[in-house]
């Protein structure tokens, strides 16, 4: 990364004590977290790779002494006539019975089922297989095809789904927790969330198909997305009343980051509380998530107040909570409280990173003290924190706010040598600086590069700058500009 040409920093004293401040704060070469986001665990685990102890095959006239494997069928069409007669022909053609196994047969029956939308056309079709090659039995995971298919376009009354359901148990591959996962996922995944409680509920009456956490969570946070929040906290209810299964903190954080997300911050506090009523403690990704949430409106003063709220708690606060109070009290006009948090974060392990500096930035330039922000970019590069195109954008945006046209023409030279993209926002202002200062030509080339760089749609490129060419036009018209 480039750095920034000496004429743009700046020696005077500029009103706040960044230096300072900053000056003992070592910066972590580590990335910031990108985002607050809900973690999900996956159901299968990673086997250890095992050590290889088989000899290599033995050469016979050029060829291993295995047979090779069987040509695989792909399905166009969902005639069952020719899907049973182009297996009939696979087993003829094939010599070795050896290369006829589950995982083939299985392949099949997946390629069949997915340009077939008739069920029943695929259990013919297993049948079919079972009886032309009585080796092959069908395993749960011939069943969960099968499952998969029907959940895809499900019967009003499921009647599809119990079907293959029962298909598996009458032949002795009982339902698990796994087939109800499977089951509840294709559903919502076609948009069937209804269908998905109706049987949740009902495999929820069975220990062995009851869902564990992994599914339950995954329901609540789909529902969460087409329901309002009391539907959702009656099937919660129905659930932890009728048949046991219990909420837990995941269920509670998918409430209350969808709740912040709509920015009903009044419901994500009383969450809070439920959360605890229900012996939970809190950890640190729920704060966070308030916390955002008050972000979003500019309360910094109630974002620093779940903060200590926090602290009283005895929570340990991570490298996101210090980032988001950052960027709150900034964004909210506390500027000189956020800089603060640069030793505190530091005292705790927490060093800041690209994410800190650019909110400060942000609330520098908000400010109008963009040469703040450009100091606070030199105290960045200075500690080993490189900026990315997020940080330059924010301070090219603040030095054309600011009129502080020629750093902001340098600073975008930079931009340009280090291949960064112009964001819509800094771009626009960009523009609009270079022709209030009669610099039209400059204008254009900052188009020209727009469209080059690909950081915007030519169709965004080009209005933003006929609008500009408009305003400056009128504007000289009333005498506004030169």
């Given amino acids: 990364m480039g750095k920034i040409p000496p004429s743009l920093r700046t020696g005077k004293n500029l009103g706040l004590p960044i230096r300072s401040v900053v000056k003992n704060v070592r910066s972590s070469p580590q990335e910031a977290e990108s985002g607050l986001e809900s973690k999900s665990s996956a159901h299968h685990s990673r086997r250890k790779p095992k050590l290889i102890t088989e000899k290599p095959p033995k050469f016979i006239n050029g060829a291993t002494s295995h047979p090779s494997p069987a040509p695989p069928i792909t399905f166009t069409s969902p005639d069952i006539s020719a899907a049973k007669t182009l297996f009939n022909s696979l087993v003829a053609t094939t010599r070795s019975s050896l290369l006829i196994n589950n995982r083939l047969c299985n392949a099949i029956l997946q390629s069949f089922s997915s340009v077939s939308s008739n069920i029943q056309d695929s259990i013919v079709l297993l049948n079919h297989m079972t009886k032309t090659y009585p080796s092959f039995s069908p395993d749960k995971f011939s069943y969960h095809i099968l499952l998969c298919q029907s959940c895809k376009k499900p019967d009003s009354d499921l009647s599809n789904v119990n079907q293959t359901l029962d298909l598996m148990a009458s032949n002795g591959c009982e339902p698990d927790k796994v087939t109800t996962d499977i089951a509840v996922r294709t559903l919502c995944s076609t948009g069937h969330e209804e269908h998905a409680i109706e049987l949740i509920k009902k495999l929820s009456q069975v220990q062995f198909t009851k869902p564990d956490t ?51 911050l009044r419901e994500a506090m009383r969450l809070l509380d439920v959360l605890k009523e229900e012996g939970f403690k809190p950890d640190c990704y729920v704060y966070n998530t308030i916390m955002k949430g008050y972000c979003m409106l500019s309360h910094g003063g109630e974002v620093l107040r779940v903060y200590k709220k926090m602290i009283e708690e005895e929570i340990e606060p991570d490298l996101v909570t210090y980032n988001t109070l950052i960027y709150g009290l900034s964004k909210s006009g506390k500027v000189k409280e956020a800089i603060k948090f640069l030793h505190e974060m530091a005292k705790m392990g927490h060093f800041p990173d690209v994410v800190t500096y650019t909110s400060l930035m942000n609330g520098l330039c908000r400010e109008g003290n963009a040469l703040g922000a450009v100091e606070l970019l ?37 931009m340009k040598e280090n291949d960064m993209k112009l964001e819509s926002g800094s771009y626009g202002t960009f523009l609009r600086a270079l022709c209030r200062n009669n610099r039209v030509a400059e204008a254009y080339e900052v188009f020209d590069y727009a469209i080059e760089s690909k950081s915007l749609t030519d169709v965004t490129a080009y209005s933003t700058l006929e609008s500009t060419l408009k305003w400056l036009k009128k504007a000289k018209e009333q005498g506004l500009a030169v």
């Fill in 214 to 264: 992994y599914t339950y969570n995954f329901l609540v946070k789909r529902l969460v997305r087409t329901r309002t929040l009391s539907s959702v906290s009656l099937f919660i209810k129905e659930m932890k009343e009728g048949f046991h299964v219990n909420p837990d903190l995941v269920t509670y954080t998918i409430l209350i980051d969808n709740v912040c997300n709509g920015k009903n």
């Fill in 378 to 414: 030199g105290e960045m590069e200075n500690k080993g924190c490189d900026p990315n195109e997020c940080t330059y954008n924010t301070l090219l945006h603040g030095l054309c706010k600011a009129r502080q046209l020629d750093k902001g023409v340098e600073l975008y030279g930079v």
